[in-house]
């Protein structure tokens, strides 16, 4: 298996446009994670999916961001209308079972998202 | 709350240990885990503790828990140059993993 794929690489887009971050996780995990990585704030779970539904987004910061995940091979994170204060790494993650169960996390490569 | 807590920076010279400590705050966690993040990479898992155990040894490495502070640590004996990166603690919330901000260890030749 190829591990969880992040595409784009990087990203870098004007204030106001609207990014699409892109993973598909490891076949056969059900349960997929979007992260934010800053310096300031460090590892920030963003959102959860369990079986293609999301359980938890109260780490989303605003109603700029969106999460979907159409079915268990994809899933994508949308930023619109993308601000400077948006640039980060996101990271996207999966596992075979959910956290309780001792099942390790398989980070992506992540996204270098810069918002000029 | 949820707050996991490291230090940012640790320097150690090549051939010493190095120490890596971290505080959790939830003490239903399961496990424990320590992730390690190369520039430029994701993380990627280098050990993990049930949390019933107190130590956990695995070739260079050695996990310590003491349940009752809540504290985790982790050692690398003989610190090697490829072991500069960022080193990342993490507890098991309900439904979620729970990262700490990261240790960044640098390794003089």
């Known amino acids: 298996d190829a591990g969880v794929i992040q595409s784009p690489r990087h990203e870098v887009t004007e204030m106001g446009q609207e990014v699409t971050l892109r993973c598909k996780p490891i076949s056969g995990h059900n349960s997929l994670f979007w992260y934010r990585q800053t310096m300031m704030r460090g590892l920030e779970l963003l959102i959860y999916f369990n079986n293609n539904v999301p359980i938890d987004d109260s780490g989303m910061p605003e109603d700029r961001f969106s999460a979907k995940m159409p079915n268990a091979s994809f899933s994508t994170l949308k930023i619109q209308p993308s601000e400077p204060r948006d640039s980060a790494v996101y990271f996207c993650a999966s596992s075979l079972l959910g956290p309780q169960s001792g099942e390790k996390l398989f980070f992506g490569s992540g996204t270098q998202l810069s918002v000029l | ?109």
Not at chain 2, 25 to 46: C, N
Not at chain 2, 77 to 87: F, K, L, M, N, W
Request: proline residues 1%; glycine residues 8%; charged residues 20%.
């Open chain 2, 1 to 109: 709350g949820e707050d996991v807590e490291q230090s940012l920076f640790l320097s150690v010279r090549e051939g010493d240990s190095s120490v890596i400590n971290c505080t959790y705050t939830d003490s239903s966690s399961t496990y424990l885990y320590w992730y390690k993040q190369e520039p430029g990479a994701g993380l990627q898992l280098l050990t993990y503790i049930f949390s019933n155990m107190d130590m956990k040894q695995d070739q260079r490495l050695t996990v310590l828990l003491n349940k009752k502070d809540k504290h985790l640590s982790l050692r690398i004996a003989d610190t090697q140059t490829g072991d500069s990166a960022i080193y990342f603690c993490a507890e098991t919330g309900t439904y979620k993993y729970i990262f700490g901000t990261g240790t960044r260890l640098k390794v003089l030749a």
